[in-house]
């Protein structure tokens, strides 16, 4: 009955009689019939408040909100005290739910009371600190219509809203977001550094030397935004892609009003996307675009065909496509849009027909190149069929001519024609009033108009009534003697009228021009009052004054402030004392904790830091130096066995005596670190114990590079060769230091100097970018022969440089500057680990280019850039070679960087094929036959000399 509109009230009794029941869909539907009917029998309302006492203790947690619920929307004023106190305990209920609804009721019980503001706002600022998402939102809503303006309340919970946001339910974020805005509005500084640009720069005429320099430096400093303002920008931009369209809306007036003029460029796809919902939420989203393109236009103009009328979109959504359209146009489309104009003209649809009448004089006032083509186009029309396209046209081509009425007197004879046919008043006076404003230019057809409007003067609309007495007038001033005679019967026409206007403008215009006795002073200017110069109309778009209200908003959408609306504050000069929203976290948990368990936690942390970035570098090291992916994937998969063999050979190790006690306590944590942890140790104690460090690092390598799938005894076997290896290797660089160095930064493998090089080329530290040795590389250089009898390897001059070059800015990309670049394979100038680049640079336009240098370089971590010196000039059709070193931390990762002119930048990238990150070796065909046909020996193959 309810749902059907009919009066159900006299039930009441029989009901709430029901409330009791232990069915909860009963109960549901008692509770539905009360919130509906409880304001009308508040005396048999009461008799039940006893049963949703009891059921806010029920342990049923969707009956006690639904009780809540109930409560608290019986607007009774008697219940207040049961209501609050309702509320105070729901809101440290456990269920999250019961909460959320807690934080409805205080709305409820504000608007009911508003005394109780104060301890409302104490169960906001509890409810603020509730971790769940489904309260948050709710509690913001109750904190927007309570006390909006304690902002104090948002400090401490700011970074945990802002955290929380993607995960709240789509009408809290709506909610959260707009009420985030208007907190960042007061508490950062504004991003937009232009305005304040402009500001200063006014003032410098006055200022002195000094003053102006001090201005100029302030200006240099870079602004740096608050990491708080940075975490909302950030935390909102992947609900841009939300399904909720007042989401994608929240966070675009978000964009909108805080965040960077460079950064809200991202908003445009996502409004965009919502034009295919329905209607309604189309004719919001429009406004909203319509507003924005007024101050932007670059956001929207990729997307200038998404605003093109269909044929099925209502009437308000033409003429809001349209209002977008006229504030994208330009020089570049204009020509376009004119023609999808023209097609818009033929519409069924009159109003928008006129609309777009309108469109096209906008366009022609403000793109003066498309002007007379316009005007053109809009005299064609008055020759159409259709009397309210032909008025249109009139009128928009009064006020065109308004702005340059000397080139265009064929016109208004043309139109003074049209009055005969046209039967709008609005189009008959605007006609009437180009004519009087041009009389002296056509003093044939001037009087004779007025002629004619004198006859029908009786029947004509009062619009046109106030014009034909202007012309009259304007008429009587400069050809009296045409039309003195007309003009007073004229006026004594409009002396009878019936409207008190047009009687009042008779009495006036006749003391005005007609000379006589009582006539005053300002009868001797009536020429200059009536002919005076008019300002030309200014055709403005009527969204020009809707941005000082917030976007998304009713009062936005009404154009007038609505109840409740909260304005945006101005950005604040200087910026708040940011530690306010600083949090401190007392962390009780690990007080208890024994200290054994704390210990151990902190070698996991760094264990799992040090063994990713290890990882990392290792991956990036058998990408650049090609080793096998079996040997690589021995390492991940049986760490476990390598440990075991590594711990099982320590400690062998150190029952023969052969190691230091350094060496014995490192065997002892072996057991609990992983290869990444061992050779961060090594690196710590590298200075302490160089020769011990050098063969057991040397042994741990070789024990690894042969664990997978062996045991520990042919481990420990394994280990006592190497290590016979190794001491010879040890002794080996003390008399000949030179060759190994050489040897080591012959596949540039190691960052450090020729010292650590020669004394340990298998450890790297952690923090170096660097990747650290292989075993199966390691193994390939303990092979090199290094004695007096072998030939050294040595770096040659490459036999073999192709001369084919690579495409780093495209000539129709860079505007007419083309570069490419190529590898010269020589040693780079720039340093030893940097890989030499030549780039030409080729001006294809006609004009000089000026200023041509490395801008903003995108290097990844540890890469390192040396760029060319800026070049001055580049003549029309002329070419220069200049030479850059890229360090590239042997890989093929991409050096990303911008190619800057005078006027433009363009992001460019340089990622190296493998070979270029080698250097040619020259090497005696008896020695690389020795060696095993691995990958880096087919790299020194396939990219080195041989020599016989």
Request: proline share 5%; with cysteine.
């Amino acid at each position: 009955m309810i749902a059907k509109g009919k009066n159900a009230s006299e039930l009441f009794p029989a009901v709430v009689k029901n409330v009791a029941s232990k069915n909860i869909e009963i109960k549901k539907l008692v509770y539905v019939y009360l919130v509906r009917y409880a304001e009308e029998q508040q005396d048999l309302a009461l008799l039940s408040i006893s049963t949703f006492q009891r059921a806010l203790k029920d342990p049923n947690q969707l009956i006690r909100a639904s009780a809540l619920r109930v409560l608290s929307s019986i607007r009774v004023p008697i219940i207040v005290p049961i209501m609050m106190l309702a509320i105070k305990e729901a809101s440290a209920d456990l269920s999250p739910y019961v909460r959320k609804n807690a934080a409805h009721a205080i709305q409820k019980l504000y608007s009911l009371d508003p005394e109780q503001k104060e301890m409302l706002i104490e169960i906001i600022e509890k409810l603020l600190k509730d971790k769940s998402t489904l309260v948050a939102g709710s509690v913001v809503m109750a904190f927007e219509e309570v006390c909006p303006d304690r902002i104090d309340l948002i400090h401490k919970n700011y970074r945990k809203l802002c955290n929380l946001l993607v995960d709240v339910e789509e009408w809290g974020q709506v909610v959260i977001i707009h009420m985030l805005t208007r907190y960042a509005r007061t508490q950062f500084v504004s991003p937009w550094k232009e305005d304040d640009g402009l500001e200063d720069n006014e003032k410098d005429f006055y200022d002195s030397d000094e003053e102006q320099k001090e201005k100029s430096d302030k200006r240099k400093k870079a602004y740096t935004m608050d990491p708080d303002h940075r975490l909302l920008i950030r935390n909102t931009k992947p609900l841009l892609q939300s399904r909720n369209a007042a989401v994608v809306m929240a966070v675009a007036q978000l964009y909108w009003h805080i965040a960077p003029k460079s950064e809200v460029g991202i908003i445009s796809k996502p409004l965009v996307r919502l034009l295919r919902s329905n209607r309604e939420v189309q004719y919001i989203v429009l406004q909203n675009i319509a507003t924005m393109s007024i101050q932007r236009k670059g956001m929207f103009e990729p997307y200038l065909k998404s605003f093109y009328v269909r044929s099925t979109d209502p009437t308000m959504i033409k003429i809001l496509k349209l209002e977008i359209l006229t504030n994208l146009a330009n020089e570049a489309n204009i020509s376009t849009l004119l023609r999808e104009f023209q097609t818009y003209v033929k519409s069924q649809d009159k109003q928008f027909a006129a609309a777009t009448i309108q469109t096209i004089g906008r366009c022609a006032t403000n793109i003066s190149e498309v002007t007379d083509t316009c005007l053109n186009g809009l005299v064609c029309l008055l020759s159409n069929r259709d009397e309210i396209v032909v008025a249109e046209s009139v009128v928009v081509i009064k006020k065109l001519l308004q702005m340059q009425p000397i080139q265009h007197g064929e016109i208004i004879k043309h139109m003074a024609k049209l009055l005969d046919s046209i039967t709008v008043p609005v189009a008959r006076a605007s006609i009437l009033w180009l004519i009087g404003e041009n009389c002296e230019r056509v003093p044939i057809i001037a009087p004779d108009v007025l002629r004619k409007m004198a006859k029908s003067f009786t029947s004509e609309d009062d619009l046109v009534k106030l014009q034909i007495l202007n012309l009259g007038a304007k008429l009587y001033l400069t050809n009296s003697r045409q039309t003195k005679l007309l003009t007073q019967y004229i006026l004594n026409l409009g002396k009878y009228d019936q409207n008190y206007d047009i009687r009042d403008r008779t009495r006036f215009i006749r003391q005005l021009i007609v000379p006589n006795e009582k006539s005053g002073a300002l009868s001797k200017y009536a020429k200059k009052i009536f002919l005076a110069q008019k300002p030309a109309p200014l055709l403005e778009s009527p969204f020009k004054d809707r941005d000082h209200f917030q976007l998304g908003t009713l009062s936005h959408t009404l154009n007038t402030k609505a109840t409740g609306y909260l304005e945006l504050s101005n950005w604040p000069e200087v910026a708040p004392d940011p530690s306010v929203r600083n949090v401190e976290v007392i962390e009780l948990a690990k007080e208890w904790t024994p200290a054994g368990k704390a210990k151990k936690e902190k070698p996991d942390k760094k264990f799992y830091s040090e063994s990713e970035e290890e990882e990392d570098s290792s991956e990036s090291s058998s990408d650049s130096e090609s080793e096998s992916g079996s040997e690589s994937g021995e390492q991940d998969e049986e760490g476990d066995s390598s440990e075991d063999s590594s711990e099982d050979s320590s400690e062998h190790q150190s029952e023969s005596g052969s190691e230091s006690e350094a060496e014995n306590k490192r065997a002892g944590q072996k057991s609990s670190r992983t290869k990444g942890k061992r050779d961060s140790e090594d690196v710590d104690k590298e200075n302490e114990n160089s020769k011990t460090s050098d063969s057991s690092d040397a042994e741990s390598s070789s024990i690894e590079g042969s664990s997978s799938g062996s045991e520990s005894e042919s481990v420990s076997e394994s280990e006592s060769e190497s290590r016979k290896v190794t001491k010879e290797k040890g002794k080996k660089p003390k008399q000949d230091g030179n060759p190994l160095t050489k040897d080591v930064s012959l596949l540039d493998l190691d960052d450090s100097d020729s010292n650590h090089a020669s004394v340990n080329p298998v450890s790297t530290p952690v923090a170096l970018p660097v990747p650290a040795l292989s075993p199966s590389l390691i193994a390939d250089l303990e092979g090199l022969n290094l004695s007096a009898s072998s030939s050294v390897i040595s770096v040659s001059t490459p036999v073999f440089v192709p001369m084919t070059t690579h495409v780093l800015l495209h000539r129709m990309s860079g505007k007419g500057l083309a570069a490419h670049y190529s590898f010269p394979r020589q040693p780079c100038i720039f340093g030893d680990k940097m890989v030499s680049v030549q780039i030409t640079l080729n001006n294809t336009t006609d004009r000089k280019i000026e200023n041509i240098h490395i801008g903003e370089k995108k290097l990844p971590m540890g890469m390192q850039m040396h760029v060319f010196n800026p070049i001055g000039s580049l003549e029309p059709g002329g070419s220069i070679t200049v030479s850059m070193g890229i360090d590239f931390c042997d890989s093929t990762q991409t050096a990303s960087f911008q190619l800057c002119t005078k006027d433009d930048c363009f992001s460019v990238n340089i990622q190296p094929p493998v070979g270029e990150l080698l250097l040619p070796v020259a090497m005696s065909e008896k020695d690389f036959k020795k060696e095993p046909p691995n990958k880096s020996n087919f790299f020194l193959h396939e990219y080195g000399k041989i020599t016989a």
